[in-house]
Every structure is written in C-alpha cells, then in structure tokens.
C-alpha cells in the first residue's frame, strides 16, 4: 500500500480501477481484459501494416522529385520490422496488459532513452526518424477508435483517471459514468480542475506531483477528495472504508449541479443548450442537464453516415425521434451546413449527384456552402424543409439557416419554407409555425444583424466561424492558428453588436460556438449581456457550476473594464485575474 498526498479539490471518496492518461504524451494507458489481448495485437499489426503501405507510397512519390531522400524512407521501412520495435510493443501488451497505443509509447521512451547516451552525433539524429515512424504507428492505430472518447468509452469497469494533467476540452471527452474520480500530477486549486471536479461530483485530487508514473495500469486505487489522498494498492480494511464513505457520499444526497437549472450566484437564470452532431448524442445531451439542443448539425446525415441520408421520410423520421426524445424541449436543427465539394465526395454516385459540382480540390470553406448551397441546390433543400415541417408537431421545433450573408438569402429560405407549408397543408398535414433563426457567424450578418433581426425569429452566434472570418484567420493553417483568438477585441465588440441587435428588435440570441464551453470564456459572455449559449453537452456540467459561483453584476463590471483593453492579451490577463479570484471563494 502506498500514500500520495496532493490537494483534495472536490470532496468524496472512490475506489477502482487506474487508467493512466498522459495527457502532454497524448498516450492512454489502460489496462486490457485477458480476453482483448488478440484484438489488441491484432490492431498493431494493422497500424504497422498501413504504416508500410503509407511509407512505399510515400517514397515513391518522393522519390521521383527527390532521389536523395528515398533512403529516408528506406530507414524508416526497416526500422518498422526491427525487433525493438513493433515486437517489443507486442510483447508488452501481452505480457502488462496495456493497450497498444501505450506499448508504442513505452517502446519509443526506451529507444529513446538509449539513443539519448550514445555519443555518436548521427546515431542520435536518428531519434528523430524514430519519433516520425513511431507517430506515424499511433496515427494509424487511431484509426477507426478516432478520439481518447472512444478509448475511454471502452473501458471494461469502473475505473479511476489518473493523469499528468486534465484540459477541460479532454474532461468533455470522458464517460463520466465509468471514470468515478481523478487524480492528476498538476494543478494547485487550479481554476479548471476544481471546477470541473466539484461540477460532476466526482472526488478528485491534483497536485500529486508524480502519480501518472507511480501508479500501474489497473493498480486499485482509492481517491479520497476530502482528504487529498490517493492510496494506491489498498489493504481491504482501507478499501472497506473506502467503500462506505463512498456510499454515505451519495446516500447525503444531490452534490451534482446536473439535475439543476443554470443560474448566477445572484439568481440570473442561463439557458444552456446542447450542440449535437448525431442523434444517439440526445442522450448525453439529456444526461448532462442541457434544456434543450440548441444545435443540431444535420450536415453529419449527409457527411458520416455511410449511406448519405438524403431521402424525405428517413429524415422525417430523424427529426421526430429527435424532437419527440427532447419534448417538450426546444431543438433547434441547422440545415444542411456543407460546401459543394463536401457534397460532390459523398453525392458523387448517388441520384443527387450535380454534374456542375466543381471537381478541382478546394481548400476554402468560403464558397458555394451553408444556406447558398441550400439555394443553389433547391432539390436537396426542399426535401429537407419538407421533412422538418412535417416532424414538427411533434415536439417544439426551431430552424436554423447557417452561413447567412445577408437579408436577400433569408427572404429567399424562408420563402421555400412557407412554400413547403403550404403544399403540406394543402395535403392535410398539420404544420405548426415554426421559429426561424439564423447563424450570425459572417461578418456581413453581423454587421447587418439589426436588418436581419426584422426577418428572423431568433439569432445564434457561431463564433468558430465569426472568428475565423472577422480575423481573416484559417483554423486549418498552423502558421497563422496562434491568432485565432476569441478574446480579440474585435470578437468581443462584434458579438456586443449582434446582442444589442437582438435586443432592439427583442428576438432571442445565443451563443453556439466552442467559445461558450471554456469557463472563464463564458463567464465574460454573461458580462457582455448573453444570457442563452449552446455547447458540447460534456461542458455543461462545468458552465453550471462555474455560473453559480460567479455574480452577473461583477462580470458585468469586469466586461466593461476588459472592452477598454486594446489586446488580446491584456483581456485575457484581466479575465484570468477575476476569474482566478472568483475560484479562490
Ligand atoms: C460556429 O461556426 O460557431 C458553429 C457553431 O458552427 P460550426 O462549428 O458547425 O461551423
Ligand atoms: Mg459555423
């Protein structure tokens, strides 16, 4: 039995099972059921063989350019079958247990740590091959398990986290129904770590320095967050404990904030909406305490689905699951938000393919997409307005037109709209009025937000996208991503605009973009006035409890005071020092 000592940052006992994440490694290590060794290996040998296939393609191509640098790749072909390597990982996740992408880790720090004392200046620099190859395996072995989520959502049992550290956007990640507490190496009180953990009522303790590297892969752990323990490896009298005060803890009734409306500390009620890309997402959505969706992307029908879901009653059908599984909850669904070459890639063979559809790659997102797509391509926009419409008595549907530019592409939607009623009401349907909004995430529709507001029912701001454009900035390209900054004084005037715009003409506006997901982020939000936002339903918990700490006249305040800054910097300096003292309470 072994004692760590950290800070306890939210109170409660659990014990389980580690699953060790390394967080800076981008490595999760986890502990295998006997049974799921094969498929593990089997996963690995499948990453090495991709990867083989990868490196020949490569080469090729290179190689007809630039001779010289095939040898490279040769390097690269033979160390993917040197015994260190790949064998080496195998024999890990055979003998320890450990998923494959965590053996690959391992296998690497060691070739490392060896690499690192030789003397020999070109042998070292091969450090640099290996790392390529061995991100290179990791890559190919996210296949198909895409993100820590899927990982973490394939967990076995009950488990506790440990982890060099936990970013809010990965806690959003974790199934908090299977993870039962976290430890982490960092963090004193910090802001984000104690309010994610006080918000979903799991015992936690940080600051533990080293726990990541102390604890094993399925070691017994107990977490006891009011004391600021880990104890690792248990004796049973210890775990017995362990196990009633756990018990007392949720016997002493409702800690979490889940259950509860969002509210300020001095009582100012907040709307917290989800934004979800598939429909099973209406259950995380619910379990996180969202009041409604406040952003279905309906896109994903077209873009992830195997099979494109293009056909009017299998959407009808959609909508009416969805809307009857949140009723009497709102639901807003955004049509189609793609561009033309997003669709000629999944429409190419299927009976909607436009032989007009541009075939040269396209790296812009600024072209034929959102609602003009929908206008420029009124058979596919039809169906889709034919199919909310009908799903729309049975729950309380909104619609939401992305990609707006101006007043002209409203008036023109939401003509068809009031067309489509019409056909279905002249063929006995029932169709309820339906509100319809916009996504004010142009800079041209943010601008005209006030003439906007007299056409629209209710405004979102999507500020992934209002950032890029109003900064002229592509998320896509790493050399220019550092100014993609939602705290740019730009950003922060132009969503006061929208707002006040929203206000004169008195339709709702909320805020859908990853902006409101970030604690200190929304707290600035509700100074600047907004009081509706949508997220990832995995923030939710955390916008609740960091809402209820905060006052809205005090954010008010620090907004007015942060819309005299003149840099990013210097805004996010003021905002971190309020909110940092707001955590201390
Ligand atoms: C946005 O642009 O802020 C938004 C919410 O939509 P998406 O991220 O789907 O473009
Ligand atoms: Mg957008």
């Known amino acids: ?76 072909l033979l160390m993917l079958d040197d015994p260190m390597l790949v064998p080496r990982a195998a024999d890990s996740v055979r003998t320890e247990r450990v998923n494959a992408e965590w053996a690959v880790h391992q296998v690497f720090q060691e070739f490392r740590a060896v690499l690192d004392e030789v003397a020999d200046p070109y042998l ?27 990982l ?58 080293n726990a990541s590297e102390l604890v094993q892969a399925g070691d017994l752990v107990v977490v006891d967050g009011t004391a600021g323990e880990v104890v690792v490896d248990p004796t ?8 009633r005060q756990a018990e007392e803890h949720v016997a002493d009734g409702a800690h979490s904030s889940l259950g ?53 009653d299998e959407q009808y059908e959609i909508y009416r699951r969805m ?32 032989g007009w559809l541009v075939d040269q790659e396209r790296t812009s997102r600024q072209g034929l997409r959102g609602l003009r797509l929908s206008l420029a391509r009124p058979e596919l926009f039809q169906v889709q307005i034919r199919a909310l419409l009908r799903a729309a008595k049975h729950g309380q549907l909104r619609i939401v037109f992305p990609f707006v530019s101006g007043v002209d592409e409203v008036r023109e939607a939401r003509r068809m709209v009031g067309a489509a009623a019409t056909e279905l009401v002249g063929r006995g349907d029932v169709v309820p009025r339906v509100p319809i909004g916009v996504v004010i995430e142009i800079p041209a529709a943010a601008y005209t937000a006030d003439l906007l507001a ?67 982020l929304l707290t600035l939000l509700v100074g600047l006035g907004l009081r509706e936002f949508s997220m990832t339903p995995g923030a939710i918990p955390m ?12 954010m008010r305040t620090l907004a007015r005071r942060v819309l005299r800054l003149p840099t990013a910097g210097e805004i996010e300096a003021e905002l971190m020092a309020a909110v940092g003292r707001l955590s201390l309470k």
Not at 129 to 149: E, F, H, I, S
Not at 543 to 554: F, G, H, T
């Open 1 to 76: 039995m072994q004692r760590l000592t950290g800070v306890g940052v939210s109170p409660g006992v659990v014990s389980g099972r580690a699953v060790i994440l390394i967080q800076r490694a981008q490595a999760l290590r986890y502990q295998i059921a006997p049974a799921r060794v094969p498929r593990e290996l089997e996963r690995l040998e499948a990453s090495r063989e991709r990867s083989r296939q990868q490196l020949i393609e490569i080469r090729a191509r290179v190689s007809r350019r630039r001779p010289e640098m095939a040898s490279l790749f040769d390097a690269q």
């Open 124 to 150: 070292r620099e091969r450090t640099g091959d290996v790392a390529d190859l061995v991100g290179r395996l990791k890559m190919n072995l996210r296949q198909g398990v895409a993100a820590p989520r899927d």
């Open 152 to 209: 973490l959502s394939a967990l076995d049992e009950s488990s506790v986290l440990v982890a060099d550290e936990l970013t809010p956007s990965l806690a959003a990640q974790v199934d908090w129904t299977k993870v039962r507490g976290f430890a982490t190496d960092a963090g004193s009180r910090t802001y984000h770590t104690a309010i994610l953990a006080r918000s979903l009522d799991v015992p936690a303790v940080v600051g533990l320095h």
């Open 236 to 243: 049973d009298e210890v775990l017995a404990r362990a196990v």
């Open 260 to 312: 509860r409306l969002a509210a300020t500390a001095d009582g100012v009620r907040i709307r917290l909406d989800a934004n979800i890309e598939f429909p099973e997402d209406l259950a995380a959505a619910r379990y996180a305490g969202a009041e409604g969706i406040g952003l279905y992307r309906s896109e994903f029908l077209l873009t992830d689905a195997t099979a494109p879901v293009v056909d009017e």
């Open 323 to 354: 809307l009857e599984g949140m009723a009497p909850a709102q639901v807003t669904i955004r049509t189609f938000d793609v561009d033309e070459d997003q669709l000629a890639s999944r429409l190419s063979r299927g009976p909607l393919a436009g």
């Open 454 to 520: 007299r056409e629209v029912d209710f405004f979102t701001i999507g500020t992934n996208d209002l950032i890029q454009y109003c900064l002229a900035v592509d998320r896509a390209d790493e050399r220019v991503s550092s100014l993609y900054e939602p705290l740019h004084p730009a950003i922060l005037r132009v969503i006061v605009m929208v707002r006040r715009a929203a206000a004169r003409h008195r339709i709702p506006v909320s805020l859908c973009g990853e902006m409101a997901s970030d604690p200190a």
């Open 543 to 554: 916008a609740k409890q960091v809402l209820a700490e905060v006052r809205s006249d005090e």
